[in-house]
């Protein structure tokens, strides 16, 4: 076997063993400070925030372990196994299509059982999963069907570029590019039209508090809307969707539930301090660059490690190998991503802070905590590759609001479940 099989194996398996073992070592660290004295949370709930955590940790070490057989029964079988069934085709652009468009639905089905477990029963199990088999289904056939029409329109013009010009992976970096930014900007009526209903709040109290805050530091929106999350979910959020003229504030139903007005106001006064410092423009920028750099490393793979492989050198091959190995491109690429997103945080939660009071952030990141049931504390390899957001502790302190501190005692954690 020539070494560079060697070397294409190696870095999916590292990829693979590198998320177990993080898995790993965090449920470990969590089991660990589960018996210690809770941190923001009450008893019951930093239990149960820690079996949590733990149960998908668990869930992440098996789904770890069932991509690497993925990856092994798509250069193995799978994708030599798809080329013989498009084979007929002698459109090549469209032999692309239909061969990417069979890896995506192969793929799908070979991963929902995991998507099904995970909602409906480790979400179901904690209280977050609110969401019937038959609103899943209809999510999963619209997601399904919007995801395969935008597969198929990528795939063509990729396909088109590789075909037409040496250089294609910087055509095709423009092309997908244009392609991201378009969908940042259409999500937000995607949303609306095929999976969620959108309340307008701009006349309501709280819309004209909200307009208020826009109008005073200069931001301009679409609109202000409130969306019936809690039908799927009972987690809380907030965001701030679209670019240019489709941004709006759109709100959970459930976050809106659980907080006061003044939260509200210092939770999107975060979000606002992301716009105000430019992240938004600056994680696009860095994600095109590393984008950038996976296209021209594809664009300039020698025709030899197709033949160590044992595929054939084609258009729609060299697609599914970059849908294949840009994901742990990515994950290898994230501890440095994180160190700049967690550094924003820090700075958005301080503008926050500015538009309301520092406590009013913290007690709504205090509530964000306990109701979606996050724990505290994590292993430090959990924070270097997976933690956007610094941890609540973090951020309370870095904004100087208290919170009650451990004293090194130990929770019963037998006793707990005896008593019910």
Do not use: C
Not at 66 to 93: M, R
Not at 320 to 333: K, N, Q, R, V, W
């Amino acid at each position: 076997m020539d070494s560079s099989i060697y070397l294409v194996l190696g870095v999916y398996a590292l990829y693979g063993l590198t998320k177990v073992y993080i898995s790993v070592m965090n449920f470990g660290f969590i089991l660990e400070k589960r018996s210690t004295t809770p941190v923001l949370l009450d008893n019951s709930k930093w239990v149960e925030a820690a079996n949590y955590e733990m149960a998908k940790e668990k869930f992440s070490i098996v789904s770890s372990f069932f991509d690497l057989f993925l990856f092994f029964f798509w250069l193995g079988f799978g994708l030599d196994y798809l080329s013989t069934l498009v084979a007929n085709q002698t459109n090549s652009i469209l032999q692309s299509v239909i061969f990417i468009d069979l890896f995506v639905i192969v793929g799908y089905v070979l991963t929902l059982p995991f998507g099904l477990y995970e909602k409906f029963v480790i979400d179901k199990k904690f209280g977050f999963n609110n969401s019937t088999l038959k609103l899943f289904i209809a999510d999963e056939i619209k997601g399904g069907v919007i995801g395969l029409v935008l597969t198929s329109v990528v795939v063509a013009g990729v396909a088109w570029f590789l075909e037409s010009s040496e250089n294609w992976w910087i055509y095709t970096f423009i092309f997908l590019f244009s392609v991201i930014i378009l969908i940042n900007m259409l999500f937000p009526t995607i949303r609306a039209l095929m999976f969620d209903k959108f309340t307008p709040m701009d006349e309501t109290p709280l819309g004209v508090e909200i307009g208020k805050l826009l109008e005073r530091e200069g931001f301009k929106i679409s609109g202000i809307f409130k969306v019936d999350a809690s039908k799927r979910d009972s987690r809380l959020n907030a965001y701030f969707g679209g670019l240019g003229k489709t941004k709006r504030v759109v709100l959970y139903d459930t976050l809106i539930e659980k907080l006061t007005t003044n939260e509200l106001l210092a939770v999107l006064g975060h979000e606002l301090g992301h716009f105000k410092h430019k992240d938004i423009l600056k994680n696009i920028a860095i994600m095109g660059g590393l984008l950038l750099f996976i296209l021209a490393l594809f664009g300039n793979i020698p025709t030899y490690i197709y033949e160590d492989l044992g595929l054939y050198p084609s258009t729609h091959i060299l697609i599914a190998l970059f849908m294949i190995f840009s994901t742990p491109i990515f994950f290898f690429a994230m501890p440095l991503i994180n160190i700049l997103s967690r550094e924003n945080e820090f700075a958005a939660d301080e503008f926050g802070g500015e538009v309301q009071t520092t406590q009013d952030m913290g007690s709504a990141l205090i509530k964000l905590s306990n109701e979606n049931k996050k724990f505290p504390l994590s292993h430090i390899l959990h924070k270097i590759f997976y933690e956007t957001h610094p941890g609540v502790i973090e951020r309370l302190e870095k904004m100087g609001v208290p919170y009650n501190k451990p004293n090194n005692e130990e929770i019963d954690i037998v006793k707990m479940a005896e008593d019910g």
